[in-house]
């Protein structure tokens, strides 16, 4: 057997670039002989050196981590550092988990929001849903979006944008009932552990797709239902977004949900 090898066989025997190598030796993880000639000469030593590299770095140790253990490792050592990687695997296999059902829930909420019944007028019970709100008016979508982000970063590992339709906003029923512009209140996302609450109780639904302009009309055609079937209206208008820029940059496929809070009068 070859007792030395130059950088280029160990490159093809390792498949790994001969940066990387001339990096462990820069960082002392191997430290490969010179030829008289200068050039490097990687021993028996070293090649079993790079094999516990390449075998640690497979199972995810940092290279700091490695360097420590070839300086000074024994059977106890062995033990000790796979026992934490398997423990540190074990936490990863949580975290894959928890994502896997994220995404599963994104996906449900973007079909569900395909089937939704689009252009009727319901009256539906909620519970109380827990909130985050910012209670800051907007005007351009480019400012929601700001107070959006904001709302994200209170959870960034839960809470999420593409796929959610627990964001939304509050836009004024004075500004309905006046019949100009709408008028953005606040900004909120629906989460458990938010420290607001939107009643519970009885509301009244449309959903349409399309331009946020429709929220004009639909808000106005929730408020002369209310008055038809005597119902009182008991608050603002929320406005959830189930499909928007977020998830598709074609308008017409938004889809946009209308809730206004009510009371069978007496």
Known sequence: MKKYFRIGEISRLYDIGVDSIRYYEEIGIIKPERSESGYRRYSIHDIWRLNVIRDLRSIGFTMEQIREYLDD?????????????????????????????????????????????????????????????????????????????????????????????????????????????????????????GKKQIPGGDYLCVTYRGSYSQSTDWGRKLIKYAEVHDLKVTGDLLELLWIDIHTTSDESEYITQLQLPVQQLL
């Open 73 to 193: 490792h024994n059977t106890a050592a062995s033990l000790k550092l796979l026992e934490e990687e398997q423990e540190a695997i074990h936490k990863q296999m949580l975290k894959l988990q928890k994502l896997q059902k994220n995404v599963a829930h994104r996906l449900n909420t973007i079909r569900s929001a395909q089937n939704l019944p689009l252009h009727e007028i319901t009256k539906i019970t909620l519970p109380p849903r827990r909130c985050h709100l910012l209670s800051e008016g907007y005007q351009a979508a480019e400012e929601m979006d700001l107070l959006i982000k904001r709302l994200i970063n209170l959870d960034k590992e839960k809470l999420y944008i593409i796929g959610s339709n627990q964001i939304g906003t509050v836009i004024s029923r004075s500004s309905l009932l006046e019949k100009r512009s709408l008028s953005y209140q606040s900004v909120f996302l629906i989460d458990e552990n």
